[in-house]
């Protein structure tokens, strides 16, 4: 595989075809989930059981996981590899990624009766690790003022508040959920006095958890997740109370890492099936393609997607050698979801009024691939960023 080093000449960044053999393997599951698939989920809002179950039984979803626990215990890079061959299909990973960097949390911070105790059944699929309840309805981004309580109790916490955008929540065993410990009047930093804990789902709901489904755009099992007076045990603690917002951050460069790694696969299914249809779709008598108002937007998408892989490729290598991340992360995913956008627009046009037909699924990975510049983190979140911490400009908000 051809290598470029970067300018201090310690990173290597692939330039081929990174993990050939996952990424065939992942292209021969998705080939069992075509359009028709996706297009059924939507209509009765359901979960793609099989899919991940496939996924899962491939090993794929257990990846990051030591080996010592029952996973694969490989780099980032293959869950990257995975992710966009996924999006890259058709498909979509938004029904079990969360899996790949939630478990993070609990493998770097957690102690080893907790690992012990969880990871080999979330690798082997026996659980699933798939709600993340961070973010809360009065606060969005403002992490650190959220408003979820979680009172020590002798051996247990009590937990109150509520949780929104949580997916998957309703088809998960497990929850991380983020809840402040000590009130934000009482703490000398605003990011001091967060708690991370792993919250059984299946035991406490209807003991102090509700869960109520929130229909979307985008079928990904959005939930609005609420907490009274729920008993949570001691040793559902992860890592010391108090750092949970630190915890919280180690995982979030993977993630941006991870999700554009999907709009990159969308991006290249995009252009794929606009290069096709350009090709053959004739209209007077030639084919659509033939004129440059269809096909410079194709080609423009193209030299887009290809420039963010290369962006994808080196917050990969930085993270995979434990350096400093978070500035090629959030470029990363900044990069990949626009070019995506900008390749799902060129599709959607060049399809015309067929491109609004849900047989084509265009329609379809156009929502979902919109939904990049919003969530995990937005696009103007990730430009105030690198304004301040990169470029040294006074904070914005």
């Known amino acids: 595989m051809t290598v470029e080093k970067s300018a201090d000449n310690s990173i290597e960044l692939p330039l081929g075809e990174t993990y050939p053999e996952i990424r065939e393997l992942v292209r021969r599951l998705c080939s069992g989930f075509p359009g028709n698939y996706w297009r059924q989920l939507e209509e009765s809002q359901s979960y793609p059981t099989d899919f991940v179950k496939a996924l899962t039984d491939a090993g794929l979803l257990g990846s990051l996981i030591p080996e010592e626990y029952g996973g694969l215990g490989l780099p980032l890079g293959a869950a990257s590899a995975t992710l966009e061959e996924i999006h890259a299909a058709g498909c979509n990973a938004g029904a079990c990624h969360a899996q790949m960097y939630i478990m993070g949390t609990l493998l770097r911070h957690g102690s080893r009766e907790q690992k012990q105790k969880y990871l080999p059944g979330i690798a082997s699929g026996q659980l699933r690790l798939q709600a993340f309840g961070v973010t809360e309805p009065t606060t969005g981004s403002d992490t650190t003022k959220l408003k979820t309580r979680a009172e020590k109790q002798d051996d247990h916490y009590i937990i109150n508040g509520q949780k929104v955008w949580t997916s998957r929540a309703l088809h998960s065993d497990l929850m991380l959920l983020l809840a402040r410990t000590t009130p934000l009047n009482e703490v000398q930093k605003k990011s001091d006095g967060l708690s991370v804990f792993l919250v059984d789902i299946k035991s406490s709901l209807g003991h102090g958890l509700d869960i109520k489904p929130l229909r979307a755009m985008v079928n990904h099992n959005a ?28 995982g979030m460069n993977a993630e941006r890492i991870l999700i554009a790694s999907e709009a990159i696969g969308d991006g290249r299914w995009f252009i794929e099936k606009a290069s096709k249809y350009a090709s053959e779709r004739t209209v007077f008598d030639r084919p659509i393609g033939r004129n440059q108002g269809v096909q410079f937007p194709i080609a423009k998408a193209y030299a887009n997607i290809e420039a963010a892989t290369l962006m994808v490729r080196k917050a990969t290598a930085l993270f995979e050698a434990g350096r400093p991340c978070g500035p090629a992360a959030n470029m990363a995913k900044l990069l990949s979801s626009e070019a995506s956008w900008q390749a799902g627009e060129a599709t959607l046009q060049t399809y015309g009024g067929f491109g609004f037909a849900t047989e084509y699924d265009v329609e379809r990975k156009w929502r979902e691939t919109r939904l990049f510049q919003v969530a995990p983190i937005s696009t103007n979140l990730i430009l105030s960023y690198l304004a301040e911490h990169v470029l040294g400009m006074p904070r914005s908000y």
């Open 223 to 250: 939930t609005e997740v609420f907490f009274d007076s729920l008993r949570v045990p001691s040793e559902n603690l992860i890592g010391e109370e108090g750092k949970g917002f630190r915890y919280i951050l180690d």
